[in-house]
T-cell receptor
Framework: GIQVEQSPPDLILQEGANSTLRCNFS?????LQWFHQNPWGQLINLFY???GTKQNGRLSATTVATERYSLLYISSSQTTDSGVYFC????????FGKGTMLLVSP | DTGVSQNPRHKITKRGQNVTFRCDPI?????LYWYRQTLGQGPEFLTY????????KSRLLSDRFSAERPKGSFSTLEIQRTEQGDSAMYLC???????????FGPGTRLTVL
């Protein structure tokens, strides 16, 4: 099956800093999504992005499908951005990475 | 759009007992997925339905696990003869074939004693 590797595994930022999270796939996918799991465990869909670039407020994502990776950018981070960020990819079903745990301190 | 709901939110059971969880997807979504998540890991795919048809099951899914989606609406996940290794968060998600963005419910946390 598809392997999903996320980096870095952990990230600590001060409020206001920017960050880039990366996701590598072992094989091509036609479905790629980014999620944020908040401290209460709720998974929130951030982007559906099998290719190209999308932006939503302070978040943006870029997927280079031909090179099997995706990037999530967080700008001007806030304490509410803390949590675990997952990327997931596949075809009819999604394989998740192990996530990047982000802590934003005031 | 009331979101994906799951019940119960928490379940504590003794080893060997059967448990059943329910998921109500977003009403216009025809796809429904079950995942399992353990501490420090990402969600792991278990099975998915399109309408009432179960289209795929993980090879890791023990035959003690069964899922149904009668009439293509809500779904149930049953675990028979629970084991301590079944302790996890069970997550449900739904999407539509038009736009395959998956929306997750709050999960059911299972503890097997």
């Amino acid at each position: 099956g598809i392997q999903v590797e996320q980096s870095p595994p952990d990230l600590i930022l001060q409020e206001g800093a920017n960050s880039t999270l990366r996701c590598n796939f072992s094989d091509s996918v036609n479905n790629l999504q980014w999620f944020h799991q908040n401290p209460w465990g709720q998974l929130i869909n951030l982007f559906y992005i099998p290719s190209g670039t999308k932006q939503n407020g302070r978040l943006s994502a870029t997927t280079v499908a031909t090179e099997r990776y995706s990037l999530l950018y967080i700008s001007s981070s806030q304490t509410t951005d803390s949590g675990v960020y997952f990327c997931a990819g596949g075809y009819s079903t999604l394989t998740f990475g192990k996530g990047t745990m982000l802590l934003v301190s005031p | 759009d009331t979101g994906v709901s799951q019940n119960p939110r928490h379940k504590i059971t003794k080893r060997g007992q059967n448990v059943t969880f329910r998921c109500d997807p977003i009403s216009e979504h025809n796809r429904l997925y079950w995942y399992r998540q353990t501490l420090g890991q990402g969600p792991e795919f278990l099975t998915y339905f399109q309408n009432e048809a179960q289209l795929e099951k993980s090879r890791l899914l023990s035959d003690r696990f069964s899922a149904e989606r009668p009439k293509g609406s809500f779904s149930t996940l049953e675990i028979q003869r629970t084991e301590q290794g079944d302790s996890a968060m069970y997550l449900c998600a739904s999407s539509s074939t038009v736009r395959d963005t998956q929306y997750f419910g709050p999960g059911t946390r299972l503890t097997v004693l």
